[in-house]
């Protein structure tokens, strides 16, 4: 299947990332590489490097950014990981970061890989398909209080105790094998009357996809090391899709703006934390009536912006 992926706000990313034709830049999350072109096409003397963990990505985003391969340089890591491997390579001082979360479009209309309830597939959901952790030993695998868990944090759905439960009573008579099995015991767990609103699988899938990738605690451990990686006047564009994402990187960006730790009450500062930055985006920036036209899965994305001293 071709790699295709619509770029969530491209201009207005491409727009805030204010490009330097000798600058340097780090797209963490490569995809097919359509912000990754936009960048790399301004460049002259400057250089990109592309991070994604995802070998379809690797394979889509190479072929797409050939005609610039004298200014590119692709990596298939995590993004977490970003930083430190390409420190070890020698490479530090960035003029600009992307991160564009989530689950890609070619990764849900992938059947196979087992990230959508439309298609009928093992219980996959790695993006990182080197790793040894599927969908399908979480749900199999995890009791049925860490099921709970997942599914009330991770997808905050109200119906979590009851999808747990149901998972663990189907698993008991046979392993829970396929996205539509899941689907199925999803169904049968929720109210008919309470089924109207959105697919009743979304939040569940949603949480179990970020389980098995560990998607939040990745996005946590990494912002304040990208941010102390800018260059002055440099900045970190990303994108978001869901409120837990969001609520990260607010409060992330919130942290490096206004670092200090002192009760309200000191005259001045003592504990002699200071800000790396300022917060570009005080309301994130969300796609163009027309952009939603063209892609109804950007309606949740949020873009948030933040500029280094």
């Not at 200014?71 to 070890?88: F, P």
């Not at 000191?266 to 504990?271: E, K, L, Q």
């Amino acid at each position: 299947m071709e790699f295709k992926h619509y770029s969530v706000m491209l201009e207005e990313t491409i727009e805030q990332l204010n490009i330097k034709p000798d600058g340097k830049y780090l797209d963490g999350t490569l995809g097919g590489a359509g912000h990754s072109s936009e960048i790399a096409k301004r460049l002259t003397t400057g250089h990109l490097y592309g991070v994604d963990q995802d070998a379809a990505a690797i394979e889509a985003a190479t072929a797409r950014l050939k005609p610039y391969e004298d200014r590119v340089t692709i990596i298939r890591n995590n993004y977490c990981n970003a930083i430190s491997e390409l420190s070890e390579m020698g490479v530090t001082g960035f003029d600009g970061i992307l991160l564009d979360l989530g689950v890609s479009s070619y990764q849900l209309d992938t059947g196979d890989r087992g990230f959508s309830y439309r298609y009928d597939a093992p219980l996959d959901m790695r993006m990182d398909q080197r790793q040894s952790l599927t969908a399908s030993d979480i749900v199999n695998g995890y009791s049925e209080n860490e099921l709970y868990r997942i599914i009330r944090d991770y997808g905050e759905d109200k119906f979590a105790k009851n999808i747990a439960k149901h998972i663990c009573i189907a698993r008991s008579k046979k392993k829970i094998e396929t996205t539509f099995e899941l689907d199925e015991i999803i169904h049968a767990a929720i109210p008919a009357k309470m089924r109207k609103n959105g697919h009743p699988a979304k939040q569940t899938f949603q949480a179990l996809r970020i389980e098995c990738n560990q998607e939040l605690k990745v996005l946590e451990n990494s912002l304040d090391e990208m941010i102390k990686a800018l260059n002055p006047g440099g900045r970190f564009c990303i994108i978001t899709f869901h409120s837990l994402e969001d609520r990260i990187v607010k409060s992330a960006f919130k942290k490096n703006e206004n670092p200090c730790t002192c009760p309200p009450e000191f005259p001045i500062c003592v504990c002699g934390k200071k800000p790396l930055g300022k917060v570009i985006t005080r309301k994130p920036i969300v796609p163009s009536e027309k952009e939603l036209s063209e892609n109804n899965r950007s309606a949740s994305a949020k873009l948030r912006v933040f500029e280094r001293e």
